[in-house]
């Protein structure tokens, strides 16, 4: 076992079991303001260009179509949705990603099957070699998948340089919004 995958399952493990009754109050919220599941599964592209099921807490109405975060109209987002948007709380059930070996605390972002030009950026750079994360550099420079060649080139940054202390600083940055962090 690797230290990245030792540090995943110290850390998505217990905090899986903790954030138990903040997604079971979140995923009251959801059902109570808006019709539909709780947890969200999407198709995403994972280690290798292999697809997996990706999962969230639902922060969109459940007719919006399946579009990238920056393509989706900012009207389908529901009023919790924001809230756990806002507060990262949406993307908890992707510990169990995590658990499973589909996704790692940290990588580059999972991103959808028709972001093409994405996906193949990475594929030049090397990035799909690495499992996807929850967080990621780009992440918390602030820079999203509309830019698909920044975004690649981040990414590849974040695994020329990747470590174990790398990885607690992109956590560490996730949870207090720090874009100062590099590789």
């Known amino acids: 076992m690797t230290a990245k995958r030792a540090l995943d399952l110290a850390v998505a493990a ?3 079991v903790l954030a138990a009754p903040v997604l079971l109050v979140a995923m009251l919220a959801i059902r ?3 019709p539909g599941p709780a947890i969200f599964s ?3 592209v ?4 292999a697809p997996f099921a990706c999962h969230k807490l639902r922060t969109m109405r459940r007719e919006t179509p399946s579009l990238p975060t920056h393509e989706a109209p900012a009207s389908s987002v529901t009023t919790v ?3 756990l948007r806002a507060t990262k709380i949406d993307e908890l059930p992707q510990l169990w ?3 499973r070996g589909e996704m790692s605390l940290v990588g580059p972002r999972p991103c959808l099957p028709t972001q093409t030009e994405l996906i193949e950026r990475r594929r030049e750079r090397g990035v799909l070699a690495a499992l996807p994360g929850i967080t990621g550099l780009a992440q918390i420079k602030g820079i999203d998948m509309s ?3 920044l975004c690649a080139e981040t990414d590849a940054a974040y695994l020329k340089a990747a470590s174990t202390g790398l990885d607690l600083k992109i956590l ?5 919004r720090a874009q100062n962090v590099s590789p």
């Open 14 to 16: 217990p905090m899986l």
């Open 32 to 34: 109570a303001t808006s």
């Open 42 to 44: 999407q198709i995403r």
């Open 46 to 49: 994972g280690r290798g260009g």
């Open 81 to 83: 949705g924001r809230t």
């Open 97 to 99: 990603n995590v658990l």
């Open 147 to 149: 830019d698909p060649k």
């Open 172 to 176: 560490l940055g996730t949870f207090y």
